[in-house]
């Protein structure tokens, strides 16, 4: 799972998070995805979910890395994802917070023709879109180190950590609209994390 890889300063604060997601959406559902070499890299091909529910990818076989080629992928609010599914990493979850139609490909930096899709709609009986995963998208992911941050939050401070739990920058964002630059720092995976009233944000950054 990703949380697997966060540093352990920032688990429990995300564990809290998660609880309060998941108490806020006990009523979701949670939608599997397989990822195998074949005649498509991931089945079903196309999910159709509801605000709240879980997509739930889980490795069979190959390497696979999923997630949208860039943010005009996804709708508007919708965060950012790209992960690997492989023997080493064999699952990932991701929670539609945004109605709408979302695109994703099997390794998005080289995209190969095997494509997924997730239609999500809004529901009297799914919860309602909880504001704490809507407040902030990092793109693009993967990245030469230079981010892009948009955010409902005003003023909030952040923090970026390296994987093994070191702060390489604080700041505070300072419009909905702002520029992250890590170039300066070596190549790997990063996480912006944000603590606010609403709870806590962590997005990942992979820089190449």
């Known amino acids: 799972m990703v949380t697997s890889l966060l540093p352990k300063n920032i688990r429990p604060a ?3 998070a998660a609880v309060v997601l998941l108490s806020a959406s006990s009523m979701a559902t949670v939608h599997t995805v397989t990822c195998q070499n074949g005649d ?5 091909i196309t999910v159709n979910a509801f605000v709240g529910d ?3 990818w889980t490795w069979v076989s190959g390497t696979h890395v999923v997630g949208p080629i860039t943010a005009a992928d996804i709708p508007v609010g919708a965060g950012m994802w790209n992960v690997p599914v492989n023997a080493s990493m064999q699952s990932f979850e991701y929670v539609v917070s945004v109605p709408g139609d979302y695109h994703y490909v099997c390794h998005p930096s080289a995209p190969h023709d095997e494509d997924g899709y997730i239609t999500v709609s809004l529901s009297t009986d799914a919860p309602q879109p909880m504001s704490m995963t809507e407040l902030l998208t990092v793109y693009p992911v993967p990245s030469n180190g230079k981010v892009t941050m948009l955010s409902n939050m005003g003023n909030a401070p952040f923090s970026v950590f390296n994987t093994v739990g070191e702060e390489v920058l604080r700041s505070t964002i300072p419009g909905q609209r702002s520029e992250v630059d890590l170039s300066d720092r070596p190549k790997g995976i990063y996480f912006i994390q944000i603590a606010s009233e609403q709870g806590v944000l962590t997005r990942r950054v992979v820089i190449q």
């Open 14 to 16: 995300l564990a809290t």
């Open 40 to 44: 498509s890299h991931f089945l079903p």
């Open 54 to 56: 879980t997509i739930f």
